[in-house]
Nanobody, 124 residues
Framework: QVHVVESGGGLVQAGGSLRLSCAAS????????MGWFRQAPGKEREFVASISWSGNSIYYADSVKGRFTLSRDNAKNTVYLQMNSLKPEDTAIYYC?????????????????WGQGTQVTVSS
């Protein structure tokens, strides 16, 4: 069983920054593809960013490209989502997920382990 825990959410003004962290348990963290998804009120959960087990492949949603940066530290079993130039439309619950796909995946179905989510609120 893989345990996924997010942290780092909070309230920030538009234009500000936050860094989300996601820790995943397990001796084989360096074999997990890791992804971030978000769900805004009244909307479906959507893809934000993902990173392959090696870190060589990273995908971003068009809505966050150029503003968000995803990285991983396999020695610490942690991935980081640096979010800059935040906008009110980035307000959502952010979920971290782990999976075993061969590359960074944008599809929720590729991830078998999910965290509880962390709230990000961006005020205008």
């Amino acid at each position: 069983q893989v345990h996924v825990v997010e942290s780092g959410g909070g309230l920030v003004q538009a234009g500000g920054s936050l860094r989300l962290s996601c820790a995943a348990s397990g001796r084989t963290f360096n074999s997990y593809t890791m992804g971030w998804f978000r769900q805004a009120p009244g909307k479906e959960r959507e893809f934000v960013a993902s990173i392959s087990w090696s870190g060589n492949s990273i995908y971003y949603a068009d809505s966050v490209k150029g503003r968000f940066t995803l990285s991983r530290d396999n020695a610490k079993n942690t991935v980081y989502l640096q979010m800059n130039s935040l906008k009110p439309e980035d307000t959502a619950i952010y979920y971290c997920a782990a999976g075993y796909s061969s590359t960074a995946s944008i599809h929720q179905s590729e991830y078998g382990y999910w965290g509880q989510g962390t709230q990000v609120t961006v005020s205008s």
